[in-house]
C-alpha cells in the first residue's frame, strides 16, 4: 500500500467518537465535470457562486470523510447527514456518538457505526456514503479506488465566510 493512501494510525481513531479527513474523487480517465462548469463557445468559466463551500480541484470536490471504530475494526463515511447533505456530522471536534451510534445534530438522526443505516429520524432507511478502508500493521489506509486522501482535519474555509451554520442559507 503507498503511503500515500494512509489516514491515519489506528490508535488515533477515537473509541467514542470520530476521526476527520478529507478525500477527493479521482478521475477514471474520462473527462468529467461536476455540473458546476459551464461552457460557452471556447470558454468556460466556474464561478464562485457556482462553486460549493468545498474546495474544488481538477473539476472534483474535496470532501470530508470520518472514520469510526466498530467491532470489526475501522470503517469510513462521508461526513455528510443524509437528510440535508450539505450538514456535517463531525464539525470539527469529532461526532456525538451514543450506543453505538453516529448522531446528526442538526435533524436528531441516528446512524449505524457498522452499516451507516440511519435508524431514527428524518432520513430514516437512508445510508451513509461509505469509503473502503483497511488496516495494515496498525495503519489505516484508504483503499477506495473511487478517492484520493487529502489530509486530516476539516476543509478549510474562508475566515470570511459568513455562511450560515443552520438548516436554512438566508
Known sequence: ???????????????????????????????????????????????????????QTNGHEEREAILL?????????????????????DKGSGAEMRNGEV????????FEVDSGRCTFGPCEGAFLNELEVGVEDGEV???????EFIGTGEIETDADDLGSKSNYKF
Open 103 to 110: 448522531i446528526c445534530t442538526n435533524h436528531g438522526a441516528y
Open 69 to 89: 471504530r466498530d467491532d470489526e475494526g475501522v470503517v469510513s463515511w462521508l461526513n455528510y447527514c443524509q437528510h440535508y447533505t450539505h450538514i456535517k456530522l
Open 141 to 147: 489506509l484508504l483503499v477506495d479506488e473511487d478517492y
Open 1 to 55: 500500500m503507498s503511503s500515500a493512501n494512509r489516514i491515519t494510525s489506528v490508535d488515533e481513531v477515537p473509541e467514542e467518537s470520530t476521526f476527520l479527513f478529507r478525500v477527493r474523487a479521482v478521475d477514471d480517465g474520462d473527462e468529467q465535470t461536476n455540473g458546476d462548469e459551464q461552457t460557452n463557445g471556447d470558454e468556460q468559466t466556474n464561478s464562485d457562486e457556482q462553486m460549493n463551500s468545498d474546495e
